[in-house]
């Protein structure tokens, strides 16, 4: 005997947001175990949809199977737009506010621990309390936070990889990780969305960027040590300095060398680059083998090759 099909309740709205056409065939519901067929895939339904909803109709039906591939195909859109530099700051916003939970799916799918994603939001949560009221950073974090919100939200997915990868290490403790969390957050408070627009593009070639850009590392550590202010952890500071530094000369400003890169900034910079391979693979179910494959031709000595064996193990 042929297995019984299992049905899922789509949302009417889910189908109005979509003009009134969805990939996958439609369904009502008669009785328990009775289901009638009411539009093929693809139709236009505004119509149709408005007919029933004046019957009264508040529950419409789909195939399970097509509805979650359909799902998953909406969700992986909107998170590589939301990631994209040309999606504008409004749009963003407007994903961010209403789909946070895709993007959390999204990263997780990705290969990040549920356990790791929470943690590190907590993290944030906790930094970013810090340092929106620290006298030095309050005013550019706030700005940062509200002008480059896909910037926010991919530290937030760099924190949660690193606070995996220090999970594979002996001397992980809780004051580091909320030291990668602060870093994550402060590095880019004196960039604007223009900013890293113009770091993507000279991603071959950083001498290009502006001297502002090119030099925001040291200058956000100037701001964070300015007259002489120590409540930032020399952890915290070398993490900012050198989150733009790579082992492949493409890094800026390029002041330290592969073999002399200390540990921490090492993990993030893995963990940075382990995200952007995610994403631009649009957190396909193969995005994680590519990922690794990449960073594995590049991060090869010293304490890069350690963050690239925590990663390994981590994710
Ligand atoms: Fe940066």
Avoid at 173 to 201: C, N
Avoid at 240 to 246: F, G, K, P, S, V
Wanted: with cysteine; charged share 30%.
């Amino acid at each position: 005997m042929p297995e019984k099909p299992e049905y899922s309740r789509v949302p009417i709205e889910t189908i109005q947001k979509f003009g009134g056409e969805v990939p996958f065939d439609l369904f009502l519901r008669l009785s328990d175990d009775k289901l009638v067929r009411i539009s093929n895939a693809n139709d236009d339904l505004k119509e149709l949809l408005s007919h029933y909803m004046e019957k009264g109709v508040k529950e419409i039906f789909a195939l399970k199977d097509d509805y979650l591939k359909f799902l998953q195909m909406v969700n992986k859109e909107l998170t590589t737009k939301f990631f994209k530099h040309d999606t504008s700051p409004e749009e963003k916003l407007e994903i961010l506010q209403n789909s946070f939970n895709v993007l959390k799916a999204s990263l997780i799918r990705g290969g990040v621990s549920k356990i790791s994603v929470d943690l590190a939001m907590e993290l944030a949560k906790k930094s970013g309390e810090f340092i929106s009221k620290h006298m030095l950073t309050k005013e550019f974090f706030n700005k940062y936070k509200g002008n480059c919100c896909s910037e926010y939200i991919r530290s937030l997915f760099v924190g949660s990889v690193a606070v995996s990868m220090l999970d594979t290490l002996e001397w992980k403790s809780d004051t580091v990780k909320e030291h990668v969390m602060q870093a994550l957050l402060l590095r880019d408070i004196l960039l604007s969305p223009e900013d890293f627009v113009s770091i993507a593009q000279c991603r071959e070639g950083p001498k290009n960027l502006p001297a502002e850009v090119y030099n925001h590392p040291k200058g956000t550590v100037e701001l964070l040590t300015k007259d002489g202010c120590r409540d930032f952890s020399p952890d915290v500071l070398v993490m900012i300095e050198c989150h733009h530094e790579r082992p492949d000369n493409k890094g800026f400003p390029g002041r330290v060398n592969e073999l002399s890169i200390p540990i921490l900034p090492a993990m993030l910079i893995v963990a940075e680059e382990y995200i952007g391979h995610v994403i631009e693979a649009s957190f396909s179910v193969d995005a994680r083998k590519l990922a690794l494959n990449a960073l594995a031709g590049i991060y090869k000595k010293g304490n890069y090759r350690k963050a690239f064996e925590a990663i390994k193990i981590a994710i």
